[in-house]
């Protein structure tokens, strides 16, 4: 049986070039300047194997002979196609065949028959997932949040609420590591503490076991949660299921507000009211699409059910009752019940599946909480800066991500690059640029897969083409209006 696997590019030490799959021939080569499809492979697993396998861009395996011959060509998951995972002190990795030789080359010229690990045998693994996760660990069954009053990571929660189980992956290219950047913009350091600075205690090595993946500090130590409030720090050099982490999607959960300006809540119990004057866990809300619905899920694990006369907060799975039409206009949004019902707000703030028509009673401001830091994928590669004669121009066909640092209020959003000005718009052709102008402002809208749309406020909606223009130019939701965030 398969587990689950990563997907990433393969930086030769030597070269600094990345591992390439062409489709003529299946031929291999190590020439990739950035990552693009041609360099994206899957590291899988087998769940009765400790060995990984290398899936190419085309759906064939890597694999090596006795004598050394490396192919892309091979079928499944046996035989030649197998390889030893070997982590580095560097911080690199090393891939050893079944025949006790390690991979590596250069240009065009790859084998595999070398006993020991040099540059051109040793490869950093650049992930091509969307680095923004919730992080959940294997043998404690909890997700990490962070803690700022203690500076602490801790891995204690049952359910991952709210900004604080935002985790950003943040690939480190020079040192081929990764550091674990929190909601706040901290990092955490192999003592178990955010800190501000990145430096070698923050750095981590990236390990894949059995479609997990475990986090190896500068010291050799391995992450783990310790204590009863679970605060990871590097406390083990020998690799368990106490230092194994899953690394999930990081659903949009957002805070509704009705017309009354109360949030919605379930701090009265099951019945879900729009009660709420200030915001906390309780009034905060995990879409999950099923296919073209939404269903809403609470910080109790339950999902918000449509009953006859109110909406409660008892629903064990996304389905039927659970399932509403979210419709978008402008800052706000509306819901539609499995009934055909509008679900509204009664004067006494409870909420009930039996609106007929459209009004202010039908109608929530809603704000996404958990996306502090934004990191924007397109059909075309990442949303990010490029310095040109004027200023940072936001492009949208990148190799590598900017995090940019959302603001929300009343259903309205601004960003700020990561040199902390704010996203313009300028005029030449509709572009934007971190250049501390008027920050423009959006409404979004959000679709299965982690999918966002964002349209200027009284205007059109951001588009990213194959040439890098990123601007204000589209009018209908398709590929290219559409970024996963």
């Known amino acids: 049986m398969a587990a689950p696997t990563q997907s990433c590019g393969l930086i030769n030490a030597a070269t600094n070039k990345y ?36 899936r190419s861009p085309h759906n064939r395996y890597l694999a090596a002979t006795e004598k050394g011959v490396v192919t892309a060509d091979a079928e499944d998951m046996s035989g030649n196609a197998a390889f030893s995972f070997e982590p580095q002190a560097s911080g690199r990795v090393a891939f050893k065949s079944v025949h006790n030789y390690y991979f590596g080359g250069s240009g065009d010229q790859l084998s595999c028959f070398s006993k020991t690990v040099g540059d051109q045998e040793s490869w950093i693994i650049h992930l091509a997932n969307h680095p923004q996760f919730v992080l959940r660990n294997f043998q404690r069954k909890r997700y990490c949040t962070a803690d700022a009053k203690s500076a602490e990571l801790r891995c204690a929660e049952e359910f ?101 300006g109360k949030f919605v809540s379930i701090a009265r119990g099951v019945e879900v009211s729009a009660s ?91 704000n996404i909480v958990n996306r502090p830091l934004l990191v924007l994928r397109g059909e075309h590669g990442f949303v990010s800066t490029v310095a040109t004669a004027k200023d940072l121009r936001y492009e949208c066909n990148r190799s590598s991500y900017e995090v940019l640092s959302l603001s929300a209020e009343d259903g309205v959003y601004t960003f700020k690059g990561a040199n902390g000005q704010n996203f313009s718009q300028i005029s030449e052709n509709k572009t934007f ?9 959006f409404h979004v809208q959000v679709f299965p897969g982690s999918k966002i749309a964002l349209r200027k406020v009284g205007g059109d909606l951001l588009k990213g083409v194959s040439n890098g223009t990123f601007n204000e130019s589209g009018t209908e939701f398709d590929k290219e209006t559409k970024f996963e965030y």
């Open 19 to 54: 591992l390439t799959g062409e489709k003529f021939g299946f031929t291999l080569n190590i020439n990739g300047a950035s990552i693009k499809s041609k360099q994206i492979w899957q590291i899988c697993s087998k769940e009765d194997s400790e060995h990984v396998f290398l």
């Open 160 to 260: 991952p609420w709210g900004p604080e189980a935002l985790i950003t992956l943040e690939f480190d290219r020079p040192s081929g590591c990764y550091l674990l950047r929190t909601f706040n913009n901290q990092v955490l350091s192999q003592s178990g503490k955010l800190v501000d600075e990145v430096s070698d205690d923050t750095r981590l090595q990236l390990e894949f076991r059995g479609g997990y993946v475990a986090f190896r500090c500068k010291n050799g130590k391995y992450l783990s949660g310790v204590g009863s409030t679970g605060a990871l720090q590097g406390k083990r050099e020998k690799c368990d299921k106490d230092e194994l982490f899953a690394l999930e999607d990081c659903l949009p959960q957002v805070q509704l507000v009705s017309h009354s």
């Open 276 to 366: 709420q004057a200030e915001p906390t866990k309780k009034e905060i809300f995990q879409l999950t699409w099923v296919d073209d619905k939404v269903a809403l899920r609470s910080a109790t694990g339950k999902f918000l059910s449509a009953s006859s006369s109110s909406l409660q907060d008892n629903g064990d799975a996304a389905t039927g009752d659970c399932l509403y039409e979210l419709n978008f206009d402008g800052n706000k949004v509306s819901f539609k019940a499995a009934n055909g019902k509008l679900v509204i707000t009664k004067p006494n703030g409870t909420l009930s599946p039996s609106g007929d028509e459209a009004s202010e009673k039908s109608v929530f401001v809603m």
């Open 433 to 441: 640029a971190a250049n501390g102008g008027e920050p423009a402002r």
